[in-house]
């Protein structure tokens, strides 16, 4: 696995996470800095929600399992701030509720699906 951003396929991209297990946030972030690509963290729909109002992202990856608002509520209102790439991780198999057009990331997933998932958003 390369760590090197221009040997990276694609742009840098600017990545939302949005996970309320703090421990897998970070884990997230660093991962997502290893892959190239810049990462910036929340811990609830509703701080995501503020921060898209704020900065331009590339890419929101969000939780299904968040507490107020859920990832699935989250990712049917951020098309109304931004245009971006959206998708939903989690140990939960994909079903009807989730938007068409709303990407899916099994959990538990492991740095070769997390990267081919930058490099597919990055290449587009």
Not at 2 to 26: C, F, I, S, Y
Not at 52 to 73: A, N, Y
């Amino acid at each position: 696995m390369q760590n090197n951003e221009t040997d990276r396929k694609g742009r840098r991209l600017q990545v939302l996470l949005v996970e309320d297990n703090v421990d897998a946030l970070e884990g997230l972030v660093e991962m997502t800095g290893f892959l190239g690509h810049e990462a910036h963290g929340c811990t609830s729909a509703e701080n995501a929600l503020a921060m898209l109002q704020t900065r331009s992202f590339d890419l929101m990856i969000t939780d299904i399992g968040l507490p107020g608002i859920s990832g699935l509520e989250l990712a049917r209102r951020v098309r109304e701030l931004q245009s971006l790439e959206v998708t939903v991780a989690s140990g939960y198999a994909r079903d009807d509720d989730v938007p068409p057009d709303v990407g899916w990331l099994m959990k538990p997933f492991g740095i070769d699906e997390y990267a081919a998932l930058l490099d597919q958003a990055a290449a587009s």
